[in-house]
């Protein structure tokens, strides 16, 4: 076969080249299945256009409606009204099936389940392009990311992006759940955070699920050490104030919201010498039923600062765990988002199956938000 050469397509520069593979690129992502529902149901104004070779996020979609700010121990709306969220994290990894449906099972989730809130956890090397299964650099997976973001904020919907798979300062060597985030997250977080600095219905979650490291190192950094395949790696560990002093420095405004020790549980440390120093700070437990000491670990703090409860559920038939903690947090009014939004693993998974019919547990966190959805568009005005 003869090979092409640039001069032998002389009528068509090779600037041309690269903007009709960047159109044919985008029409074959926005035509893949899965994807239509958010190509259908964007207003014209959200549409995610290309312009050249560039991809343009469009003007946010009531940004000044849906802008969130925190005082004292409280989420508030812009009127200053109490913020209380009610919604769902999202199982999301990279390559799975949960990846595979993410488009579809923002929409019902959001659109049937009547969620207020999609915690949506991110991979740094998926960003990048850096993750085994990524392609074109990571801009398929960053394009899934926006598309998600503009569909929330179309249909009035906040979403805390939060991250969640590291890789020890090593891009695509270790990638996955880590004790700490690393260099690369900072480079991860500068790039996040100026990308969605104007959608105020973005939360910037710094971290999942610090674990392992005592609270100077989950404030400050320090040097962790982890076993990987019958090697021990040592990797510097990029503290919460980094982070967050990072996301600042983007020009990003946004709530913050900043995890807990302890397998991202424990805030006890917040309210002894170790909160951040800056505004428009919340703090994320995950609670889950083995954890213990409630009081001491997330409800004496969440009268002190403002908390939101990132992940719970449990898989047992028996739910007990559950209709106890949707107690506490109804009485100490706490924003939540269940766990897990999709099939599991991860479990607890509040899905069957891809037609979307609820778990035990799923069904219980389905009639919560839509009873909690009568009142939060009033709240907001």
């Not at 035509?31 to 964007?42: D, E, H, K, M």
């Amino acid at each position: 076969m003869q090979k092409l050469s640039h001069r032998r397509c002389g009528k068509l520069p090779a600037t041309r080249y690269a903007r009709m593979a960047q159109r044919a690129f985008m029409a074959l992502i926005w035509s893949l299945p899965g994807l239509v529902p958010f190509a259908t149901t964007l207003p014209a104004s959200a549409q995610i256009r290309v312009v050249g070779s560039r991809r343009v996020l469009p003007a946010p979609v009531d940004s000044g409606a849906m802008s969130l700010h925190t005082s004292g121990r409280q989420l508030l709306y812009a009127n200053g009204k109490l913020a209380v969220l009610h919604g769902v994290s999202m199982a999301a990894k990279p390559g799975t099936p949960n990846w595979t449906h993410i488009r579809q099972s923002v929409a019902v989730a959001v659109k049937t389940w009547h969620s207020q809130l999609i915690v949506l956890p991110l991979s740094q090397d998926a960003w990048f392009g850096k993750w085994p299964q990524s392609h074109h650099g990571g801009a398929e997976y960053r394009h899934t990311v926006d598309a998600l973001v503009q569909y929330c904020a179309a249909h009035h919907a906040y979403i805390n992006l939060t991250l969640q798979w590291t890789d020890m300062g090593r891009w695509g060597k270790y990638p996955g759940r880590h004790r700490m985030p690393d260099g690369n997250s900072v480079r991860f977080w500068r790039s996040v955070a100026g990308r969605y600095k104007h959608y105020s219905n973005v939360l910037l979650g710094l971290f999942s699920s610090p674990n392992g490291v005592d609270w100077h190192t989950w404030l400050y950094g320090g040097v962790c050490t982890e076993e990987s395949a019958s090697r021990v790696i040592a990797y510097r560990a990029a503290g919460m104030q980094e982070l967050y002093n990072t996301v600042r420095a983007a020009g990003a405004d946004n709530v913050v919201v900043v995890p807990g020790c302890r397998n991202g549980y424990d805030l006890f440390g917040v309210l002894h010498g170790f909160a951040i120093r800056g505004h428009n700070v919340a703090y994320a437990t995950r609670v889950y039923p083995w954890m213990k000491n409630w009081n001491v670990n997330f409800i004496l703090p969440a009268r002190r600062v403002p908390v939101l409860v990132a992940q719970w559920g449990e898989s047992s038939k028996q739910l007990t765990y559950d209709r106890r903690l949707g107690h506490v947090m109804m009485v100490n009014r706490l924003s939540w988002a269940a766990a897990n939004f999709g099939i599991g693993p991860p479990w607890p998974a509040l899905l069957q199956g891809w037609n979307y019919k609820p778990t035990k547990l799923g069904a219980i966190v389905k009639a919560a938000m839509a009873s909690a959805d009568r009142g939060h568009q009033g709240d907001r005005q």
